[in-house]
Nanobody, 117 residues
């Protein structure tokens, strides 16, 4: 069964950058859309960014201009480059794939990102 594995989270200061990675195991997501979502304590899961198999991208309003999603189809990896991080970016970040970037049926277990002010 397909599993997604996120990495790259950590504790950083406001204004810093992080790059998250999502790697599949037990299968692949080649040819499928992949998306990043996040969930902060007490809040609903929020769409962050998505990328299609043809590398079309979309972003949530709160991260536009600061985050960049990309995929390396040779390495079977999807990245989320996060720049100019803010304390409100603090959340668990999840990678997901499915029929669409808003239609996820496989999730990773998440990676914690904490941004201190």
């Amino acid at each position: 069964q397909l599993r997604l594995n996120e990495s790259g989270g950590g504790l950083v200061q406001a204004g810093d950058s992080l790059r998250l990675s999502c790697v599949p195991s037990g299968g692949h997501f080649s040819g499928s859309p992949v998306a990043w979502y996040r969930q902060a304590p007490g809040k609903q899961r929020e769409y962050v960014a998505g990328i299609t198999s043809t590398h079309n991208t979309s972003y949530g309003d709160s991260v536009k201009g600061r985050f960049t999603i990309s995929r390396d189809d040779v390495k079977h990896t999807v990245y989320l480059q996060m720049n100019s991080l803010k304390p409100e970016d603090t959340a668990v970040y999840y990678c997901g794939t499915g029929p669409g970037t808003r239609y996820i049926n496989y999730w990773g277990s998440g990676t914690q990102v904490t941004v201190s002010s």
